[in-house]
């Protein structure tokens, strides 16, 4: 084409020349075959150790948060899934949490209770995904292809109850979707028994191999000091020994009736975040449980006008329902003037949402609070000083996800 | 919740008579936008709120002062939140930056940059993080139209080609 081809380098770099003899400067990525996500690492190298490194994420930039300001709080739904997309039934608990919170609605019993318990069923569901991706990049085929295996069995566990794999848009303000099909809760029970049994086969196979230990322990350490000051949250800041857990701190839904540990790492390693997460899963499991059994009758989501759907015999039998649907529709729920900020503890960390609305059926603002970007901002941290082959197993602990990173 | 420690500091940010109160649990306090170091200093210090959550910015266009800029805080200690909150004109929309403070807020400031235009005094690195070199505008103000295109990489003339004239 004869056009001008404005093709201008995206990003400038912090540094372009090395300030030491015998140092060279690398761009690893943004799309590098070794790291999972779209992400660009300018490093310093003096052989084959990092000196310094610049990190860019927004590779998946994809203007959400102002996208937000022209659609209904509803229809918000599938976009919040697509933050992140690992554990996509949290980010929409949270953000209908956050809504729901502002607009004075309370769930019912029910629908608090199988939130309770999809939230810890995306986050063994995340979980798997980052240790088995971590672990594949060490060469553990093995290990990769136990976990994500399970991992297969609960995505088309949760599309027999939300019809989709990975992106559910199945939380809705005031509720759910819908309810559980039947035998649902026998076929969770036995998935949970295949996770036990092969991420004890995962444990054996892993946590005392001298490669992995070589590898890992002692590798991209953090201290509990470091994470506060770069506002690292969940399983990172965990892994530094602080056990700071909101489902502990701030309890929401049905944390609060549930027995649980938050299990915490020793030294802040690559080591100690694999732990801690398999250790988290175990937690989540237990939880699970618990929950399956309290899980009571009844109605699924509120009766309340202002955001729950009528029924759709009533929509095509009386005018008030009628309208009522269609101003649901047209206009979206009408949430009272106002700010509100609210986190849920996702996988990586506190999600959180500040809304501001204006008293319409759309948002004024959206902003997330996403751990992954929070994390980027830090991982120069656990780079530089160790050696190049060390950043694909620390940046796959970091677990950053570029749909929540980026937005 | 969080009443007993919300008092000192209600006592403290906003003794001047700034407009402060408690909100779905979270104390917020309206500072002047030269008050928002010496109030982050104070809830770091003073208060135990070690983690710095979030920095964004509101567009009330049409007011004036047009923009807020809104910051998280976190107590890991006493596990409750604090927002501070500050109006800037549009002609000098300025604040203090926080990274002497906060090590997070180096990469929250840069993206409260890109999408705001919201300058912080103090931040030495304010590249683009999310939007990429070149980017005119502010895309999360209200008078950037959300349909405009700033490709990096030309669009292919696809009548053009279409004819075979490619």
Same mark, same amino acid.
Request: hydrophobic fraction near 40%.
């Given at each position: 084409?004869?056009?001008?081809?404005?093709?201008?380098?995206?990003?400038?770099?912090?540094?372009?020349?090395?300030?030491?003899?015998?140092?060279?400067?690398?761009?690893?990525?943004?799309?590098?075959?070794?790291?999972?996500?779209?992400?660009?690492?300018?490093?310093?190298?003096?052989?084959?150790?990092?000196?310094?490194?610049?990190?860019?994420?927004?590779?998946?930039?994809?203007?959400?948060?102002?996208?937000?300001?022209?659609?209904?709080?509803?229809?918000?739904?599938?976009?919040?899934?697509?933050?992140?997309?690992?554990?996509?039934?949290?980010?929409?608990?949270?953000?209908?949490?956050?809504?729901?919170?502002?607009?004075?609605?309370?769930?019912?019993?029910?629908?608090?209770?199988?939130?309770?318990?999809?939230?810890?069923?995306?986050?063994?569901?995340?979980?798997?995904?980052?240790?088995?991706?971590?672990?594949?990049?060490?060469?553990?085929?093995?290990?990769?292809?136990?976990?994500?295996?399970?991992?297969?069995?609960?995505?088309?566990?949760?599309?027999?109850?939300?019809?989709?794999?990975?992106?559910?848009?199945?939380?809705?303000?005031?509720?759910?979707?819908?309810?559980?099909?039947?035998?649902?809760?026998?076929?969770?029970?036995?998935?949970?028994?295949?996770?036990?049994?092969?991420?004890?086969?995962?444990?054996?196979?892993?946590?005392?191999?001298?490669?992995?230990?070589?590898?890992?322990?002692?590798?991209?350490?953090?201290?509990?000091?470091?994470?506060?000051?770069?506002?690292?949250?969940?399983?990172?800041?965990?892994?530094?020994?602080?056990?700071?857990?909101?489902?502990?701190?701030?309890?929401?839904?049905?944390?609060?009736?549930?027995?649980?540990?938050?299990?915490?790492?020793?030294?802040?390693?690559?080591?100690?975040?694999?732990?801690?997460?398999?250790?988290?899963?175990?937690?989540?499991?237990?939880?699970?449980?618990?929950?399956?059994?309290?899980?009571?009758?009844?109605?699924?989501?509120?009766?309340?006008?202002?955001?729950?759907?009528?029924?759709?015999?009533?929509?095509?039998?009386?005018?008030?329902?009628?309208?009522?649907?269609?101003?649901?529709?047209?206009?979206?729920?009408?949430?009272?003037?106002?700010?509100?900020?609210?986190?849920?503890?996702?996988?990586?960390?506190?999600?959180?949402?500040?809304?501001?609305?204006?008293?319409?059926?759309?948002?004024?603002?959206?902003?997330?609070?996403?751990?992954?970007?929070?994390?980027?901002?830090?991982?120069?941290?656990?780079?530089?000083?160790?050696?190049?082959?060390?950043?694909?197993?620390?940046?796959?602990?970091?677990?950053?996800?570029?749909?929540?990173?980026?937005? | 919740? *969080?009443?007993? !420690? #919300?008092?000192?500091? +209600? @006592?403290?940010?906003?003794? %001047?008579?700034?407009?402060?109160?408690?909100?779905?649990?979270?104390?917020?306090?309206?500072?002047?936008?030269?008050?928002?170091?010496?109030?982050?200093?104070?809830?770091?210090?003073?208060? *135990?709120?070690? !983690? #710095?959550?979030?920095? +964004? @910015?509101?567009?009330?266009? %049409?007011?004036?002062?047009?923009?807020?800029?809104?910051?998280?805080?976190?107590?890991?200690?006493?596990?409750?939140?604090?927002?501070?909150?500050?109006?800037?004109?549009?002609?000098?929309?300025?604040?203090?930056?926080?990274?002497?403070?906060?090590?997070?807020?180096?990469?929250?400031?840069?993206?409260?940059?890109?999408?705001?235009?919201?300058?912080?005094?103090?931040?030495?690195?304010?590249?683009?993080?999310?939007?990429?070199?070149?980017?005119?505008?502010?895309?999360?103000?209200?008078?950037?139209?959300?349909?405009?295109?700033?490709?990096?990489?030309?669009?292919?003339?696809?009548?053009?080609?279409?004819?075979?004239?490619?």
């Amino acid at each position: 084409m004869a056009a001008d081809p404005r093709i201008a380098n995206p990003v400038r770099p912090a540094f372009v020349t090395s300030d030491r003899e015998g140092s060279v400067i690398v761009s690893i990525g943004p799309s590098h075959p070794a790291t999972h996500g779209t992400i660009q690492i300018f490093a310093e190298l003096d052989g084959e150790r990092i000196v310094r490194t610049d990190v860019h994420c927004g590779y998946l930039h994809r203007g959400f948060e102002k996208e937000c300001e022209s659609h209904t709080w509803h229809n918000l739904i599938p976009y919040v899934d697509r933050l992140n997309y690992c554990s996509a039934l949290i980010n929409d608990f949270a953000y209908v949490d956050t809504v729901e919170r502002l607009m004075g609605v309370e769930i019912t019993p029910r629908c608090k209770y199988l939130r309770t318990l999809l939230s810890e069923y995306s986050r063994l569901a995340d979980h798997l995904t980052c240790v088995a991706a971590s672990l594949m990049e060490m060469g553990a085929m093995t290990a990769f292809l136990y976990l994500v295996m399970i991992r297969d069995y609960i995505y088309e566990h949760l599309a027999d109850l939300a019809g989709a794999r990975v992106t559910y848009s199945y939380g809705r303000i005031g509720g759910l979707a819908r309810d559980l099909p039947d035998g649902w809760l026998k076929r969770l029970g036995e998935i949970l028994e295949q996770y036990e049994e092969f991420i004890g086969r995962v444990h054996g196979l892993v946590d005392r191999n001298r490669i992995f230990i070589d590898r890992m322990r002692d590798v991209g350490v953090l201290t509990t000091a470091q994470a506060l000051d770069y506002g690292y949250t969940g399983p990172m800041l965990r892994s530094t020994g602080a056990p700071r857990d909101l489902r502990k701190d701030t309890p929401y839904l049905a944390y609060a009736e549930l027995d649980f540990e938050v299990p915490v790492g020793i030294k802040g390693d690559n080591y100690d975040r694999y732990y801690v997460r398999m250790r988290e899963m175990d937690e989540s499991v237990h939880m699970i449980r618990q929950l399956m059994d309290m899980i009571p009758d009844g109605p699924i989501n509120v009766d309340d006008r202002r955001c729950t759907f009528p029924e759709k015999p009533v929509v095509y039998g009386e005018i008030e329902s009628l309208i009522n649907h269609f101003k649901l529709v047209m206009e979206g729920p009408r949430v009272p003037a106002g700010e509100i900020y609210f986190a849920h503890e996702a996988a990586n960390g506190e999600l959180g949402f500040y809304l501001v609305s204006t008293g319409e059926g759309v948002p004024y603002k959206v902003h997330v609070r996403s751990p992954s970007f929070v994390h980027m901002g830090g991982a120069h941290l656990m780079l530089d000083g160790y050696q190049l082959a060390d950043l694909v197993p620390t940046f796959g602990s970091i677990n950053m996800i570029g749909g929540e990173c980026d937005r | 919740m *969080g009443a007993e !420690v #919300f008092e000192p500091i +209600t @006592a403290s940010l906003a003794s %001047g008579g700034e407009e402060a109160g408690v909100s779905h649990g979270i104390l917020v306090v309206n500072v002047a936008p030269s008050a928002v170091e010496a109030a982050a200093r104070a809830l770091r210090n003073r208060f *135990g709120f070690d !983690v #710095f959550l979030d920095v +964004t @910015a509101i567009d009330w266009i %049409g007011q004036s002062p047009r923009f807020e800029v809104v910051w998280h805080f976190y107590s890991t200690e006493h596990k409750v939140r604090v927002r501070l909150k500050t109006r800037v004109p549009e002609s000098a929309p300025t604040v203090a930056s926080l990274t002497p403070l906060y090590g997070s807020a180096a990469f929250m400031e840069r993206e409260c940059h890109d999408m705001y235009g919201i300058g912080f005094a103090g931040n030495a690195d304010l590249r683009p993080i999310l939007l990429y070199e070149g980017f005119e505008g502010h895309p999360l103000r209200k008078d950037y139209p959300k349909e405009r295109e700033q490709p990096l990489v030309p669009y292919r003339d696809w009548v053009a080609s279409e004819r075979g004239g490619d």
